[in-house]
C-alpha cells in the first residue's frame, strides 16, 4: 500500500453515493408532514360548523343576559341561593309564589340555562334554512326562562325577526317572583340590549290560559307589568277563541313587517304552556326537537304551536329537557358551565344528519 492509497474500509460504496437524498427535499418533505398534521389537529379539535359564528354570538348573548339577570336579582334582593342557582346565572326564581301554577324540574331549569342551549338552537334552526329577517314565532311561558332567552337569542343570532307570545304564570323554579316575573326580564334584556324582541302578545296562565286558579295579587302584578311594557293581555273564552285571538295577532305581526309574508317561517315552543300546546291529548306526546310528522288532535283544542304546525309551518319543540339535551349533545345539569365554543357536538362539523 502506498502513502497516497485510501484504506478499503473507508471507500464509499456506489450504491450509497447513488441513494442520497438531497437535503432540500428531506426539508420539503418534513415542512410538508408538519403542516398535514397540523390541518389534520385543527380539523378535529377546532369548530368549522358552518354557523360557528351565529352559535357563538348566541351563546355570549346568554351569558350577556346572566349577567343582567343577576345585577337585577341582587337589587330585588332575589338572587337564588347557591344550593338553588349553582352556576349564578339569575335564570332560576323562587320555588313557590304567587304566579307558580305548576310543578317544576330544578336540574331540568338549570340546564336550559347553559349558554350552549342558545347555541345548540342556532344548529338545529339554522337546518330550515330560513332568509334573514323572515318572521319565526316563538311561543313561552314563565316556566323557563332560560329556554326563553336561548330561543330569542337563538333566532335573532340567525338574522331572523321574533314574534314572541308568552304565557305569564310559571311552573317551580321558573320566573316566578311576582315583582320579576317573564314580562319584567324580557324588558331589562331589552334595555340592556341582550334581545331586541318585544311581546307581541300575553295570556295570563293558569286554568284556561286567564288567570283560574291563581293568586288575585299575582294576576294584579302581571296585568301591572304588561301595562308597564304595553304589552297586551289577551283574554277569552273558550280555548279555542283564546287560540284564535292569538293567531290573529300573530299575523297582525307578520303583516306588520311588509315583507310579503302570509306565515312565519317556523315556530318555537318553549315549554308546556297551553296557548302552546293546547289540550290534545297528542300533544302530551309530542316529541322534543323538530317536528317530524304533523300533530293531530283527535280530542281536545289545538294550541298555537299545533295550530301552526297543522298548516304546515315547521315546528321546534323545547320541553323534556333531559332527553332533548341528549340529542342535542348537550350535558344535562353541568357545574360549572361549559365555556361555549369547546362543545363539538354543538360546534363542530355537520353530523351526517345535516345539521
Given at each position: 500500500?502506498?502513502?497516497?492509497?485510501?484504506p478499503?474500509?473507508?471507500?464509499?460504496?456506489?450504491?450509497?453515493?447513488?441513494?442520497?437524498?438531497?437535503?432540500?427535499?428531506?426539508?420539503?418533505?418534513?415542512?410538508?408532514?408538519?403542516?398535514?398534521?397540523?390541518?389534520?389537529?385543527?380539523?378535529?379539535?377546532?369548530?368549522?360548523?358552518?354557523?360557528y359564528?351565529?352559535?357563538?354570538?348566541?351563546?355570549?348573548?346568554?351569558?350577556?343576559?346572566?349577567?343582567?339577570?343577576?345585577?337585577?336579582?341582587q337589587?330585588?334582593?332575589?338572587?337564588?341561593?347557591?344550593?338553588?342557582?349553582?352556576?349564578?346565572?339569575?335564570?332560576?326564581?323562587?320555588?313557590?309564589?304567587a304566579?307558580?301554577?305548576?310543578?317544576?324540574?330544578?336540574?331540568?331549569?338549570?340546564?336550559?340555562?347553559?349558554?350552549?342551549?342558545?347555541?345548540?338552537?342556532?344548529r338545529?334552526?339554522a337546518?330550515?334554512?330560513?332568509?334573514?329577517?323572515?318572521?319565526?314565532?316563538?311561543?313561552?311561558?314563565?316556566?323557563?326562562?332560560?329556554?326563553?332567552?336561548?330561543?330569542?337569542?337563538?333566532?335573532?343570532?340567525?338574522?331572523?325577526?321574533?314574534?314572541?307570545?308568552?304565557?305569564?304564570?310559571?311552573?317551580?323554579?321558573?320566573a316566578?317572583?311576582?315583582?320579576?316575573?317573564?314580562?319584567?326580564?324580557?324588558?331589562?334584556?331589552?334595555?340592556?340590549?341582550?334581545?331586541h324582541?318585544?311581546?307581541?302578545?300575553?295570556?295570563?296562565?293558569?286554568?284556561?290560559?286567564?288567570?283560574?286558579?291563581?293568586?288575585?295579587?299575582?294576576?294584579a302584578?302581571?296585568?301591572?307589568?304588561?301595562?308597564?311594557?304595553?304589552?297586551?293581555?289577551?283574554?277569552?273564552?273558550?280555548?279555542?277563541?283564546?287560540?284564535?285571538?292569538?293567531?290573529?295577532?300573530?299575523?297582525?305581526?307578520?303583516?306588520?313587517?311588509a315583507?310579503?309574508?302570509?306565515?312565519?317561517?317556523?315556530?318555537?315552543?318553549?315549554?308546556?304552556?297551553?296557548?302552546?300546546?293546547?289540550?290534545?291529548?297528542?300533544?302530551?306526546?309530542?316529541?322534543?326537537?323538530?317536528?317530524?310528522?304533523?300533530?293531530?288532535?283527535?280530542?281536545?283544542?289545538?294550541?298555537?304551536?299545533?295550530?301552526l304546525?297543522?298548516?304546515?309551518?315547521?315546528?321546534?319543540?323545547?320541553?323534556?329537557?333531559?332527553?332533548?339535551?341528549?340529542?342535542?349533545?348537550?350535558?344535562?345539569?353541568?357545574?360549572?358551565?361549559?365555556?361555549?365554543?369547546?362543545?363539538?357536538?354543538?360546534?363542530?362539523?355537520?353530523?351526517?344528519?345535516?345539521?
Open positions: 500500500m502506498t502513502d497516497t492509497a485510501k478499503a474500509s473507508r471507500a464509499t460504496p456506489r450504491w450509497r453515493a447513488r441513494s442520497r437524498i438531497p437535503p432540500g427535499w428531506l426539508a420539503a418533505v418534513a415542512v410538508l408532514s408538519v403542516t398535514l398534521w397540523l390541518a389534520a389537529e385543527f380539523a378535529t379539535r377546532h369548530p368549522v360548523h358552518p354557523r359564528a351565529e352559535m357563538l354570538n348566541a351563546a355570549r348573548a346568554m351569558e350577556a343576559a346572566s349577567r343582567v339577570l343577576v345585577a337585577e336579582r337589587i330585588r334582593g332575589l338572587m337564588q341561593g347557591r344550593e338553588i342557582d349553582l352556576n349564578r346565572t339569575g335564570m332560576i326564581g323562587s320555588e313557590f309564589t304566579i307558580t301554577t305548576t310543578l317544576g324540574d330544578l336540574a331540568a331549569k338549570r340546564t336550559a340555562a347553559n349558554p350552549d342551549f342558545a347555541a345548540a338552537l342556532v338545529v334552526a337546518t330550515l334554512n330560513l332568509p334573514r329577517g323572515a318572521s319565526i314565532v316563538i311561543i313561552v311561558s314563565g316556566s323557563f326562562v332560560g329556554g326563553n332567552i336561548a330561543a330569542i337569542t337563538a333566532a335573532e343570532a340567525l338574522g331572523l325577526r321574533p314574534v314572541v307570545i308568552a304565557s305569564l304564570s310559571a311552573s317551580m323554579w321558573g316566578t317572583d311576582v315583582e320579576f316575573n317573564w314580562l319584567d326580564i324580557a324588558a331589562a334584556l331589552r334595555a340592556r340590549g341582550v334581545i324582541a318585544r311581546i307581541a302578545a300575553a295570556v295570563l296562565g293558569g286554568d284556561g290560559a286567564v288567570g283560574g286558579g291563581m293568586d288575585a295579587a299575582g294576576v302584578a302581571l296585568r301591572a307589568s304588561a301595562t308597564r311594557d304595553e304589552v297586551p293581555v289577551i283574554e277569552a273564552r273558550p280555548l279555542a277563541a283564546l287560540i284564535d285571538a292569538l293567531l290573529g295577532r300573530v299575523n297582525a305581526s307578520i303583516a306588520d313587517a315583507r310579503g309574508e302570509t306565515r312565519p317561517g317556523a315556530v318555537i315552543n318553549v315549554g308546556g304552556a297551553l296557548i302552546g300546546l293546547g289540550s290534545c291529548r297528542e300533544a302530551a306526546e309530542l316529541p322534543p326537537g323538530l317536528a317530524t310528522r304533523l300533530p293531530s288532535c283527535t280530542a281536545g283544542t289545538p294550541g298555537l304551536a299545533m295550530r304546525a297543522q298548516a304546515g309551518v315547521p315546528l321546534l319543540h323545547v320541553l323534556n329537557i333531559r332527553r332533548l339535551a341528549v340529542e342535542l349533545g348537550l350535558p344535562f345539569d353541568p357545574v360549572p358551565l361549559p365555556v361555549p365554543g369547546n362543545n363539538a357536538a354543538i360546534y363542530g362539523s355537520a353530523r351526517r344528519d345535516g345539521a
